[in-house]
């Protein structure tokens, strides 16, 4: 039952994936006593790259009741089993970042450290042949897991491509029908409330005024409330992360039809490829120190697919994140809280994490500081640990054809990453501290796929009286059996879920 103090309202100041993802959230969390609002413009242009996806969107769709096939169709979407690394460790390795496990533990250690072992004795399949996503993945296969432990086909997991302006535009859909207010106008200012410090109203370059309680500033990289209102301060990553600019541009969909990304890296950055499908979405990724735009621009439009369907358009960021994710009555969602960059696929997930977090730790208008401190200890730590995952692909180079490889080759980093690795490199164990969003699955798949080899295996392997290389032989055996009986990607989105 609504009390004297509950929230009331809700302002979401900017629209785009991150606004219309809050405004379909909170929809369907608030039921009664709380007006929702959003107000954007036409005017001003969205980021709109995050076409690539990790698992838990499927969750955050779930939660909404929203069908996939219906999703899909909307959005012009297509499937994911994960990434394709290419050049990133040396100049020709190329490797798989699975959604999903390496086969299933079937003995007390991990089944890498078997893999470990037959690999020093050159008796090893490639670590990516004993993973069912890859299996499926190269051969352009898929279909939703299996529900059934029993199966290699209940070992992976996936997600999705899409065009994340037709996202927003569904999910606006979505909400409006669930009485969110959508207002047309640019914010000129917000209004902070002399006694206590919040925003209690923002005012439109019109001169409307229109308050609220709780604000979720969605205004990406300005940071129109959390920055430009409240002034929370911003941590450079740079150091550890330098890509700060990127061209995207989309090109018709050509070549393969595959149900993975791909990043490829480049001199001075790297290449996505994204499948949806009515185009395909590319970008390239990189350090301004390191090259110019126009080389940058030339080395895009040289690695398309096909024919470009507009001209490249330059974005500018600094990786990194807010000093605080909720200020006062201001809570940041999406560019305006941070950017991290989209290696691994994570710019929704960031909007969907802090949105969950939200609904979780739903204030009243007393703004309990105790309630803020822990959405932001929790928020901050998963930014972190995120960028750590980042951190060690760029680390873990032994490129030293250009400038920026060797910059990052050579690069101090962070404690909670040299950590990390000096774990696996030791003895190829796969330590966790606090809740990664990438498992012991992910990391073994960058420590291996960039060369990071291990000196040696658990020291209990030895002790364990068996090698088990037959087992390795058998399951590469089994998961491509498995894969070959998939339907192909494209069948698959024919048969279920064409946009038409």
Not at 100 to 119: E, M, T, V
Not at 151 to 158: F, H, N, P, Q
Not at 245 to 251: D, Q
Not at 368 to 393: C, G, K, Q, S, T
Request: charged share 20%; net charge negative; proline share 5%.
């Amino acid at each position: 039952m609504q009390t004297e103090n509950s929230i009331r309202s809700v302002v979401i100041v900017g629209g785009g994936t991150a606004g219309w993802m809050t405004a379909a959230a909170l929809a369907n969390a608030i039921r009664t006593g709380c007006t929702i609002t959003l107000v954007e413009s036409e005017e001003i242009g969205t980021v709109g790259v995050g076409e690539a996806t990790i698992p838990p969107i499927r969750t955050f769709n779930e939660a909404l009741g929203i069908a996939e096939s219906d999703f899909v169709k909307a959005t012009q979407g297509s499937f994911k089993l994960g990434i394709q690394f290419v050049g990133w460790g040396a100049q020709d390795s190329t490797y798989f970042h699975p959604f999903g496990s390496y086969g299933r533990n079937f003995d007390l250690l991990p089944l890498h450290q078997y893999w470990l072992a037959a690999k020093a004795r050159g008796d090893a399949p490639p670590l990516d042949e004993l993973c069912m996503a890859w299996a499926a993945a190269k051969r352009g296969k898929f279909a939703q897991p299996l529900p059934d432990p029993r199966s290699v086909l209940s070992t992976y997991d996936y997600a999705y491509h899409f065009d994340a302006g037709l996202y927003a535009k569904y999910l606006r859909g979505y909400a409006e029908q669930r009485a969110v207010v959508r207002i047309e106008g640019k914010v000129g200012a917000a209004v902070l409330d002399g006694a206590s410090g919040r925003v209690s109203h923002i005012k439109l370059e019109d001169g409307r005024e229109i308050a609220g309680d709780l604000f979720v500033d969605c205004s990406g990289f300005r940071g129109l409330l959390i920055e430009g209102a409240l002034e929370t301060g911003y941590q450079d990553w740079r150091h550890w992360l330098p890509c700060d600019s990127a061209y995207a541009v989309p090109c018709e969909r050509a070549g393969e039809f595959t149900p993975y990304t791909r990043s490829t890296a480049r001199a001075a950055g790297w290449q996505w490829r994204i499948p949806l499908q009515h185009r395909t979405g590319n970008g390239h990724v990189f350090c301004s120190g390191f090259i110019s735009d126009d080389e940058a621009a030339a080395t895009l439009m040289a690695n398309l697919d096909g024919q470009a369907l507009a001209e490249p358009r330059k974005l500018s960021f600094v990786t990194g994140r807010r000093n605080l994710f909720w200020n006062r009555n201001v809570v940041a969602v999406g560019l305006s809280g941070g950017f991290m960059e989209p290696l691994e696929s994570t710019s929704i997930h960031l909007i969907q994490a802090a949105i969950s977090k939200l609904i979780a730790l739903f204030p009243d208008r007393d703004f309990d500081p105790l309630v803020i401190d822990e959405y932001n200890r929790i928020a901050i730590n998963e930014f972190e640990r995120i960028r750590d995952f980042i951190i060690l692909h760029y680390k873990l180079t032994s490129r030293t054809d250009s400038e920026m490889w060797r910059y990052c080759g050579a690069m101090d980093v962070p404690d909670t990453v040299t950590w990390k690795l000096e774990h696996f490199r030791r003895n190829g164990r796969l330590v966790q501290r606090d809740a990664d969003l990438f498992g012991p699955p992910s990391w073994l798949a960058v420590h291996i796929g960039q060369g990071n080899m291990p000196h040696g295996t658990d020291p209990l392997l030895p002790l364990r009286g068996a090698d088990h290389a037959d087992h390795l032989k058998k399951l590469e055996a089994a998961l491509a059996r498995a894969a070959e009986g998939l339907p192909s990607h494209a069948d698959y989105v024919a048969r279920n879920c064409a946009a038409g």
